[in-house]
């Protein structure tokens, strides 16, 4: 199967895992469910659950063993996006090219959409019939807070004052989750310690690489294509603010390069993941 094939593939197993875990309910508090799934469902390159499941299949791991892990993941990826929207953080109208869930639902229910979505994805990982329960939840917890992807969301808010600091930020913000898809995919395989460090570095200069990207296509991007105003990073200190679209450009080409080379060490099981690094490259939303 060729890559975008094996890509289009993954993404329907993944809208499939999320179908059949996202949070259902009823009662008189309902609307925060359909709240909290009207962004799960809004699509999105899956990339966190992906890799989490590629990682998996890279050290011939159990698919169900990484299912709830991978989706708890897109669920904590998802609260982050909500919550990033509103009005306090990026004040932003359209994600995907929808109104974004406090557009819909208002702020209130926005936040608690949120804050459903990130308690649930612990729900989600213990129960999980893989028995890295405890290690999987400790990375999630780790990377989605205060030192993780909460404090990058700081760091963006104070505004990044040197090139150091706008990387630490990133590798924070976007990077730490990615990170985390690669460790959950990992060790619910099984794998050996030198290997679980080994494809978290490589997650990490793709989130890296993942980030530049985004920088660049928020100057050079298309609107329609991108679902959300160009632009729309104009208060924030970015990539191409330290560093101009060329030479961006090319720290993109060099953390891309990095990455494929630490994946490269599995010969051919690594070239899906050395695919999904182009991929991501070169991509145009």
Known sequence: MDFLNQLKNDIEIVENWLAE??????????????????SISNGGKR?????????????DGNME?????????????????????????????LRRGKPTNHKVYGDALAVLAGDGLLTYAFETVLKSPCNKNVEAGLCLAKLSGFDGMVG???????????????????????????????????????????????VTQFAENLGLAFQIKD???DILGDEKTLG??????????????????????????????????IISCYGNKSEFLIQLTDYLLNRNY
Do not use: W
């Not at 990339?47 to 050290?59: G, H, N, S, W, Y």
């Not at 913000?173 to 310690?193: F, P, R």
């Open 65 to 93: 063993n990484v299912k709830h892990y991978a989706c708890a993941l897109e669920f904590i990826h998802t609260y982050s996006l909500i919550h990033d929207d509103l009005p306090c953080m990026d004040n932003d109208d």
């Open 228 to 261: 959300k105003p160009v632009g729309s990073d104009k208060d924030k200190q970015t990539f191409v603010d330290f560093y101009g679209i060329d030479r961006a450009t090319e720290k993109l080409n060099e953390i891309s390069e990095k990455a494929k080379d």
């Open 47 to 59: 990339i966190r659950p992906i890799l989490a499941m590629e990682v998996c299949k890279l050290f």
């Open 152 to 198: 990058g969301q700081v760091i963006d808010i104070i505004g990044s004052t040197d090139k150091e600091m706008l990387i630490d930020l990133h590798r924070r913000k976007t990077g730490a989750l990615i990170s985390a898809g690669a460790y959950i995919g990992a060790i619910s395989a099984d794998a050996e310690e030198k290997d679980i460090d080994n």
């Open 215 to 217: 920088d660049l296509l």
């Open 21 to 38: 875990l996202a949070p259902k309910g009823g009662g008189y508090h309902s609307i925060i469910f359909e709240s909290a799934n009207y």
